[in-house]
């Protein structure tokens, strides 16, 4: 594994490709939404993740896993033979779709097709408990947030060795937070609580910067911007320039639980049903 300091050249350089490639394919301004469709639904989102191709995955309280393409049609569905509560779906890092189940302490690895490859139980010898997890860059490696002692980890699931271990508690209030996802993203780690904001790490688990956001229920990645619900308003920040463009937008529905800003659409989901919006 390379030190975070000899990625972040080649990070900065594929950044502003990235960022140039983005300026052409988004409006320069908050863009004006148009309602393109909705599609009703019978149990309510509890995690979404979009793959690099724009496909959006949402895991519903009951279970169950639905693809979607960008302008909502059901690609495909996935109904579990074990029922659990689900706690995150991942599909950007690899082609495989990570599923975890806090109550269960398991975790689940789809295909694209959302045909189940495995499953993998965290090992009770290395984790106390896992408040959250995601699959790491690498496909090999799994993140995850321990609450017993109140730490950031990540450990090889083949072998079950430890490969980072970084205390959270001079980070974090351990009587006052709420860990809802996380994702490794272009050799950075990010921690989402709810009470205090998105906390950033390098690859190696060294604590990099904290995004101050306070009662934000949903975060997500697009490029190179980290965009986030306020009640009915999304808004955008730029992770490696401040000084860039934000965007800051009124979402014109009630109840909005999660957002997928994807090249031309918004898609946002509410208890009840997925909202697709055109982007002008």
């Known amino acids: 594994m390379q030190p975070f300091t000899t990625n972040r050249v080649g990070g900065k350089l594929l950044g502003v490709v990235a960022w140039l490639y983005s300026l052409a394919a988004w409006p320069q301004s908050s863009p004006q939404l148009i309602l393109h469709s909705q599609v009703p639904i ?3 989102p509890v995690s979404l993740s979009v793959d690099k191709n724009d496909f959006v995955y949402i895991g519903f309280e009951d279970g169950v896993i639905t693809k979607y393409d960008s302008v909502g ?7 579990p033979q074990r029922l659990g509560a689900i706690s995150l779906v991942e599909a ?5 779709v990570f ?3 806090k109550e269960l302490q398991n975790c689940l690895f789809l295909d694209r097709f959302l045909n189940e490859q495995s499953a993998y139980a965290i090992d009770p010898n290395m984790v106390g408990f896992a408040r959250i ?11 995850l947030m321990d609450e017993v002692d109140f730490s950031l980890k990540k ?13 959270l508690d001079l980070l974090l209030d351990p009587t006052g937070y709420n860990i809802v996802w996380m994702r490794e993203y272009q050799n950075l780690v990010f921690l989402h609580d709810v009470n205090s904001g998105v906390l950033i790490f390098d690859n190696l688990g060294n604590f990099k910067k904290k995004v101050e956001l306070k009662n934000t229920n949903f975060v997500g990645i697009r490029n190179e911007e980290l965009y986030y619900l306020e009640g009915n308003f999304l808004k955008t920040i730029h992770l490696y ?23 031309k659409h918004l898609l946002v989901t509410t ?8 982007l002008r």
């Open 42 to 44: 019978s149990s309510t």
């Open 73 to 79: 049609k059901v690609q495909l569905v996935f109904s």
């Open 92 to 96: 950007w890092p690899t082609m495989l």
């Open 99 to 101: 599923v975890f189940y």
């Open 133 to 143: 997890a995601t699959l790491a860059q690498d496909g090999s490696s799994i993140w």
């Open 155 to 167: 450990y090889a699931k083949n072998t079950n060795q430890p490969m980072v271990n970084t205390a």
């Open 241 to 263: 320039n401040a000084q860039q463009r934000q965007w800051e937008f009124s979402i014109p529905i009630k109840g909005v639980l999660q957002a997928a800003l994807l090249e």
């Open 271 to 278: 208890s009840k049903a997925i909202h697709i919006f055109s």
